[in-house]
């Protein structure tokens, strides 16, 4: 844990269910729930936006760098942790869209910040069916979409 309490009973519940559904997510592929990887996804939770591995460790410090290493690789693999390839010197890392629920992101080419960025139900859904359209005609069969957009942020 963190050491911050989270401000209220809504927020707890919250993440004990994330708690239990990466739990089981682990499980289903024989890894255990530790104690760092908790403190991991506690992180994540808290941060709300893509979090680089120093802004991790810079957030928790009880958190070691070399454990966080392969935490992050284990909750990768079995889908609780999305990792974001900006192209800076490090990927960013979030929970993953089942738990964080869908969402895009603005990437700066310049800093590598990335923003989360959430479209309303009427454009997501043009960009759904645009590209269902898409794969239609070439045989594809999408299982989701992800849309990063690549540019410069404000303060660069």
Request: charged fraction near 20%; proline fraction near 4%.
């Amino acid at each position: 844990m963190t050491g911050q309490p989270l401000p209220d009973s809504d927020d707890r519940n919250s993440l004990s269910e994330l708690h239990t559904q990466i739990s089981n997510k682990l499980a289903q592929q024989d890894h255990r729930y530790t104690r760092g990887r908790k403190q991991l996804v506690e992180v994540l939770a808290q941060a709300g936006q893509p979090m680089t591995l120093p802004d991790i460790v810079a957030a928790d410090p009880k958190i070691a760098r070399s454990s966080a290493y392969r935490n992050l690789d284990v909750l990768v693999r079995c889908g609780s942790i999305r990792r974001i390839n900006s192209g800076g010197e490090y990927a960013h890392f979030e929970l993953a869209e089942p738990l964080l629920g869908h969402h895009h992101h603005l990437i700066c080419i310049s800093c590598g910040s990335i923003e989360d960025v959430h479209l309303d139900g009427d454009i997501e859904h043009l960009v759904d069916k645009s590209l269902t359209e898409i794969a239609d005609r070439t045989g594809f069969t999408p299982t989701h979409h992800s849309l990063d957009l690549h540019g410069h942020c404000a303060h660069c």
